[in-house]
């Protein structure tokens, strides 16, 4: 080979060269990433705390009976306005007090004979109070065998339970998320411990739902609040 057809040879073979070296340096950088990416602890943060709650819906149900549709009315107006004086009295304003429309069955209508009750008709009806006064309804409610002992004939079922609310998760959402990410670093930075790293940076994280639930049966005015955030740090 003469010299003139060396010139290319070196040429190319210099271009391949430092394409290998290229290539490698990439391939090197790549492996580099490859393992940063599985250098990875998943964890979860737990938040917890006990609040009070602020809202309070104390529905009184009560039933009358009748013979006629106009005494069953007067009967319940009766009833309803010995409520609400009780209520004032107790210290709830008319606009924490809600009246909805009586339910009324009339019990002669599948019966005959000997098997109709004494009174025809009958109507079961609620006086709802909604109200911030919490304390004040928990310390109201044992007084009610005064309604007991005015002829009012109250009820009780399921269906018209008195609930306890708390409206302020909003207020506290921001500070709990925080203690939650906390948390998870905390453990994060137990794993990293037992293998010779270091806690990175997030490389995702995830807000759980909260939840609100009462703390038992019996203060179900003392509501549970917990959200779980799942977090993925990167370990260094």
Do not use: C
Not at 160 to 171: A, E, R
Not at 224 to 236: A, N, P
């Amino acid at each position: 080979m003469n010299r003139n057809d060396s010139g290319p040879a070196l040429v190319l073979g210099g271009l391949v060269a430092l394409g290998l070296v290229w290539g490698g340096s990439y391939l090197k950088d790549a492996v580099q990433l490859w393992k940063q990416a599985e250098r990875v602890v998943a964890v979860k943060g737990l938040a917890e705390r006990q609040v009070r709650a602020d809202l309070v819906l104390w529905p009184l149900s009560f039933s009358v009976s009748a013979d006629s549709l106009a005494e069953l009315y007067r009967a319940i107006d009766a009833d309803k306005n010995k409520i609400t004086a009780f209520l004032g009295q107790a210290g709830f304003t008319a606009q924490e007090q809600r009246f909805a429309a009586p339910v009324v069955q009339d019990l002669w209508a599948n019966q005959f004979g000997e098997q109709r009750p004494p009174q025809r008709y009958r109507a079961d009806a609620v006086l709802l109070v909604r109200s911030n006064q919490v304390e004040r309804v928990k310390r109201t409610q044992p007084a009610t065998a005064e309604l007991v002992s005015q002829g009012v004939l109250l009820t009780q079922s399921y269906e018209h339970k008195t609930q306890y609310v708390f409206t302020g998760l909003n207020d506290i959402k921001p500070q709990m998320i925080a203690e939650a990410t906390a948390n998870a670093r905390e453990a994060a930075q137990q794993f990293a411990k037992d293998a010779e790293a270091e806690v990175g940076g997030i490389r995702s994280a995830q807000q759980g739902y909260f939840s609100v639930t009462d703390l038992d049966s019996y203060t179900p005015d003392i509501k549970q609040v917990r959200v779980v955030t799942s977090v993925e740090y990167l370990l260094e």
